[in-house]
Structures are given as C-alpha cells and as structure tokens.
C-alpha cells in the first residue's frame, strides 16, 4: 500500500472527537464610537417663544398657543388655563425664547416664587397652587371662585419648590 493509501485509510477509521478545549484569550478593545449628541441638562425642560407682549418671568404658568409658542396662562377661560408649563428661565422677553419645565420639581428662589404668587417668603409648604383668574401668568393658593376655572398646578413641597402637575382645567 502506498503511503498515501495509508493516510485515507487511517482517516476512514478515526476515533470519538475529544473534549473542548479551553476558550481563548478574549481579543483587544474595538475602538470607540464617536461621541452622541449633548442632551437637555434638565429632561423636563422645553425651549418655547414667548408669544405675548410682555415679558414672562420665572415662575409664570404659560399655555401653547400656537406651535412652540406660549403665553401667560389665566384661570378665566378654559383655552387660557390649559398649562402647558412654568417658565424656568428668569425672564424670557417677548417674541424671545426661553425655558419652560412641563413637568415634575419646579425649584425657584423665594423672591421668585413671590412675584409670581404674591406672597412674602416664596410658597406656603403643603399648600395646593392654582393658576390665577385674574393676573396673566400668576399662581395662587386660594381656589378660583364661580365663573372661572379650576386648573391645578402643583403642590408646594417648600417655600422654594413646587411639585408641578398639572391636570386638565375644570369651568366652575
């Protein structure tokens, strides 16, 4: 038998495969991939324009009244108290643009907080804040009365911090 008859009838008589061996080394780090985009310091925060007349400060509860446009909210109509936010930044001037958090802790300055809700020594710890009737803009504690509307914004959880959580408006 040639030798080459030898090795394909060793190969036909071949034994049972033997155990696995060991896994190798695992191989270098791939490189990195390139860098995302910055995302929003603050993920409840929106940019939107102030679509009144006059400035809106921090604090004041704002409707959408058209694409990315907002104004100051007023507890007088349902259209005017559907709130979509609170502005953030301290002053967005009109036609500006600014910052408005739609949702969760809302922490402002007492001084802040006073302007907006015209008390002295920012909000009143576990009170329930509305939009105001009467000023653009403006929070209150009291409830609205006949012939305006309901629109709840949030609970005070300090004399700095409003859980904001607004929720459909209701004509009384």
Do not use: C
């Not at 907002?70 to 559907?82: H, I």
């Not at 329930?128 to 949030?154: E, F, K, M, Q, R």
């Amino acid at each position: 038998m040639s030798a080459t008859g030898i090795i394909l009838a060793m190969a036909a008589s071949q034994g049972p495969t033997g155990a696995t061996g060991a896994t190798g080394a695992t191989g270098a780090t791939g490189p990195t991939g390139a860098t995302g985009p910055t995302g929003s310091s603050a993920p409840f925060n929106k940019t939107i324009t102030n679509g009144s007349g006059s400035p809106m400060v921090a604090g004041m509860a704002g409707y959408i009244s058209a694409a990315d446009t907002v104004q100051p909210g007023k507890a007088n109509d349902l259209t005017t108290s559907r709130i979509f936010g609170i502005v953030t930044d301290a002053s967005i001037a009109p036609a500006g643009t600014g910052n408005m958090q739609f949702v969760g802790l809302v922490t402002l300055t007492t001084g802040l907080w006073d302007v907006v809700s015209g008390q002295v020594g920012g909000l009143t710890a576990g009170a329930v804040y509305y939009l105001d009737p009467t000023t653009p803009g403006h929070i209150t504690s009291t409830v609205p009365g006949a012939g305006n509307v309901i629109a709840i914004l949030g609970d005070a959880l300090s004399t700095t911090e409003l859980s904001f959580k607004t929720q459909s408006p209701v004509q009384i």
